[in-house]
């Protein structure tokens, strides 16, 4: 079963702080994980994917294929950082199964 | 492109009704979506389509229908309007991106059954 956990419902740091938002999934296969945001009242939108490995608006997020996480990091928080945030993996079809999402709130 | 496009923006029924949620995308995706988020339970799967005249069940599909008879369109049909299906319903496709295949969201339509 493939699944996608997200221990976090809500998040608050103050601006200028390091952030972290976990992500954790069951998979039996090689996942393809995903970082989606939703700013308030707005679609969602892909942030990043493990495969590119890039670094987008000041975010990584690396694959841990031990530890089965696929957490979000960013060094310094702004405030337009806050958003609703989804982890998400693709397994072996074309579905992707969403966490539950973490509200982050970052503060002035 | 458009993208994916949804309507109506919001809605209002009553305990009974019908409507049909649309969904459009012009990126020539065979692959779509229709998720409901509701708060502090995030996205699940409604139903899905692989392709034209192919459609199936996700996670949630009890009350809601589906058709997809063309790749670009894929309506939600609610029959009888439930307090329970008061929530936030997106449609999505899946395809390629910038970089590669991505999710793509509509959105939303903003529904309340009363």
């Known amino acids: 079963a493939q699944r996608v956990t997200q221990p976090e419902k809500l998040l608050s740091v103050f601006k200028g702080a390091p952030v972290e938002l976990k992500c954790n999934y069951s998979?039996?296969?090689?996942?393809?994980l995903f970082w989606y945001v939703q700013y308030s009242r707005q679609r969602l939108q892909l942030l990043l994917r493990?495969?590119s490995r890039e670094s987008i608006k000041g975010f990584t997020a690396d694959l841990n294929k031990g530890e089965t996480s696929f957490h979000l990091k960013k060094p310094f928080a702004q405030e337009e950082d806050s958003a609703m945030y989804y982890c998400?993996?693709?397994?072996?079809?074309?579905?992707?199964?969403f966490g539950k999402g973490t509200k982050l709130t970052v503060n002035p | 492109n458009a993208g994916v496009t949804q309507t109506p923006k919001f809605r209002i029924l009553k305990i009974g009704q019908s409507m049909t949620l649309q969904c459009t995308q012009d990126?020539?995706?065979?692959?779509m979506y229709w998720y409901r988020q509701d708060p502090g339970m995030g996205l699940k799967l409604i139903y899905y389509?692989?392709?034209?005249?192919?459609?199936d069940k996700g996670e949630v599909p009890n009350g809601y229908n589906v058709s997809r008879s063309t790749t670009e369109d894929f309506p939600l049909r609610l029959e009888l309007a439930a307090p329970s299906q008061t929530s936030v319903y997106f449609c999505?496709?899946?395809?390629?991106?910038?970089?590669?295949?991505?999710?793509?969201f509509g959105p939303g339509t903003r529904l309340t059954v009363l």
């Open positions: 999505a496709s899946w395809g390629p991106g910038l970089a590669d295949n991505e999710q793509f």
């Open positions: 998979y039996s296969g090689s996942p393809e």
């Open positions: 389509s692989v392709g034209a005249g192919i459609t």
């Open positions: 998400a993996l693709k397994g072996g079809s074309e579905k992707l199964v």
């Open positions: 990126m020539n995706h065979n692959y």
């Open positions: 493990h495969i």
